[in-house]
């Protein structure tokens, strides 16, 4: 696979970057000022989507944000798992939900890179160990350690993976400004960057680097410039995910249960609404009912 | 079928053995200093991992405590596997320990009633706190409490009212400031969910519930001792670090309903530090059940029962 001798290249040299940066996390220096509830960002000529009343480039929120979901993205996808988008595409189409079944369907969590993606506004806290980016809506927590530790030799399968950071005092300023993070799998999965199912590979082997800062100009504007390092992908694949503080000092956080509204009903791979009298509905034409077999009058 | 529900409590109680320990110590916040009423160096420290071992809310300091688990093991200790509320406990209205017994018996008859955890749904306060582990991240103008199901999480603001008014949501409107040692919060405005009931026996709520919550660290000694006393109410199924001679949390909480009770009531919730060394992922629709190592498993490898034929 393409990216599979970066991605060992960066391992190695990412655990002696974290040998060295131990001392760091102890110096007395200033952290940024990360409060509030930040807000998916989106560029000035974003459409409005009446569907769901949200801002974006066009469809649902996506990764790159200044470019639209899906095809839209360009991402530079090997040739098989080009296939395995177009397919997804294709499924939703259809009226299924392609890769993104068990996000959508099973309000599964999205995972890294999804949970990036701010559906609901994101609250960060810093603290001297520990940045935390809590998320909402049935995403895991992230912990970005910055205690100098070593990358563990037992991790299991998660959805956020495993992330690690250090900070950083670029201008030499007294106050920390940049926040590196390695974020390592394994993963579960299948995770897409968005909602058509737009494919991260299913080994669930990627490496996500970002460094994460306040606009110099904008201190109200945070920066997450994500490299996504993944053997679907024929090249690393950066963006700049932006984020804007809600103005109100003491936001109104909002709740967001995935469970509590979802009108969809998985029955192992397929999907069927529930509408609300709760009678099962097909979600695409000429879908066959469930397997009935073990319902004796009605298996006839 | 039953089986889903029993999945959900086995990674429930999975839950208190797989789950954290951070190697977060003892380190306050960044930008503790700034806009709190009360002095920096008066702010109890609460950072740190917290684990309480058993499932249910334990006694209470004194006076009228929760209603408590009819059914339990020889040792006198709640059996946590076959939950029957007390409908009998005089805090409850007639009405509220009619919805009790019902539950009771729906338990009794060898089925599991839905309840929030295992119906993956956002847990109401005070519900919330049967979560074996708890992270309060201190700031200075905000107390954030970190849940494991479902990666949940609660914002208390500090040294602010309650809204005029409050918009319901399952976590309410809490506010927080500090007295001394301990950490106040204070939450109303609940909203009333699909499963709407305050602890696992089914005890309901209406929009009248206040629930004040009081954070404060306990001595190694004391904190032993009130672990001792829990244990007696739940058995000890989490796994505290038996070498930590820290000190330790309890969370004393008072419950005010007049829709639901007929008096106040308290109870306590002592935490201990986790055993193991990582906050893991709790996700609660993956329907996972645990292995004898109390380890998670994704859908593919979890441990299903399977029929070739129906018991029917």
């Not at chain 2, 208190?16 to 960044?30: E, G, I, R």
């Not at chain 2, 008072?254 to 919730?269: C, H, K, L, N, Y």
Request: proline share 9%; glycine share 8%; hydrophobic share 35%.
């Amino acid at each position: 696979m393409p990216c599979r001798k970066l991605i060992y290249a960066i391992r190695v040299a990412s655990a002696l970057l974290m040998i060295v940066s131990v001392a760091e996390a102890a110096d007395g220096a200033k952290y940024p000022d990360w409060d509030g509830a930040w807000e998916r960002w989106f560029p000035a000529n974003a459409v409005l989507d009446p569907g769901n009343g949200i801002y974006t480039a066009g469809g649902q929120p996506s990764f790159d944000q200044t470019k639209p979901w899906g095809r839209g993205q360009k991402a530079p996808l090997t040739p098989e798992y080009q296939k395995i988008f177009e397919d997804s595409i294709a499924d939703q189409a259809k009226g299924g939900e392609g890769n993104f079944f068990d996000h959508a369907i099973r309000c599964m969590p999205g995972g890294m890179p999804l949970m990036t993606i701010a559906f609901t506004p994101l609250e960060i806290v810093v603290t001297a160990k520990t940045t935390y980016v809590l998320t909402g809506n049935v995403e895991p927590n992230r912990r970005i350690y910055t205690d100098g530790r070593d990358w563990p030799t037992d991790l299991t399968p998660t959805y956020a993976g495993y992330s690690i950071g250090r900070w950083l005092d670029e201008d030499d300023d007294g106050v920390y400004d940049v926040l590196e993070v390695e974020t390592r799998g394994p993963f579960k999965g299948p995770r897409a960057y968005d909602a058509t199912g737009l494919p991260l590979h299913f080994d669930n082997q990627s490496i996500f680097k970002e460094r994460i800062y306040l606009d110099k100009a904008h201190p109200n504007l945070l920066h997450d410039e994500i490299t996504v390092f993944d053997n679907a992908l024929t090249r690393p694949w950066t963006v700049d995910k932006k984020y804007t503080r809600n103005p109100n000092p003491r936001p109104r956080w909002t709740e967001s249960s995935c469970i509590e509204t979802n009108s969809m009903v998985a029955i192992g791979r397929e999907s069927y609404f529930m509408n609300a009298d709760g009678m099962l509905m097909p979600v695409r034409k000429n879908q066959p009912p469930p397997d009935l077999r073990y319902f004796k009058e009605w298996a006839k | 079928m039953n089986l889903r529900p029993q999945f959900l409590l086995a990674m429930t109680l999975a839950g208190a053995v797989a789950t954290p320990a951070l190697a977060q110590t003892a380190a306050p916040s960044v930008g503790l200093s700034s806009s709190t009423e009360q002095s920096t160096a008066s702010i109890p420290d609460f950072s740190g991992l917290w684990l309480h071992p058993g499932l249910g809310f334990g006694p209470p300091l004194s006076g009228p405590g929760p209603v408590r688990n009819k059914t339990r093991l020889p040792s006198g200790a709640s059996d946590f596997r076959l939950v029957v509320g007390d409908y009998t406990n005089p805090i409850l209205k007639p009405e509220a320990a009619e919805v009790v017994k019902k539950f009771g018996e729906i338990s009794l008859s060898g089925r599991i009633f839905p309840d929030p955890d295992n119906m993956c749904l956002q847990n109401p306060v005070p519900y919330i706190f049967w979560n074996f582990n708890v992270q309060l991240l201190q700031q200075p103008d905000k107390v954030t409490l970190i849940y494991p199901h479902d990666s949940d999480f609660r914002v208390v603001r500090l040294n602010q009212p309650h809204p005029a008014t409050v918009i319901p949501s399952l976590h309410g409107d809490s506010v927080g400031h500090y007295e001394g040692d301990t950490l106040v919060i204070d939450t109303v405005g609940v909203k009333l969910g699909p499963y709407r009931m305050i602890d696992r026996f089914g005890t309901p709520y209406t929009q009248a519930l206040h629930v004040i919550e009081r954070y404060r660290l306990l001595d190694y000694e004391a904190t032993k001792e009130a672990l001792e006393r829990a244990e007696k109410e739940w058995p000890r199924i989490g796994a505290i670090d038996p070498n930590y001679r820290g000190k330790g949390l309890q969370l004393e909480f008072t419950v005010e309903d007049p829709g639901v009770f007929t008096m106040p009531w308290s109870a306590t919730i002592t935490y201990g530090r986790n055993a193991n060394q990582s906050w893991d992922e709790r996700v609660c629709a993956e329907n996972v059940e645990h292995d004898y190592q109390y380890n998670y498993f994704s859908e593919k490898d979890a441990h299903l029962p399977t029929a070739n034929k129906p018991d029917f």
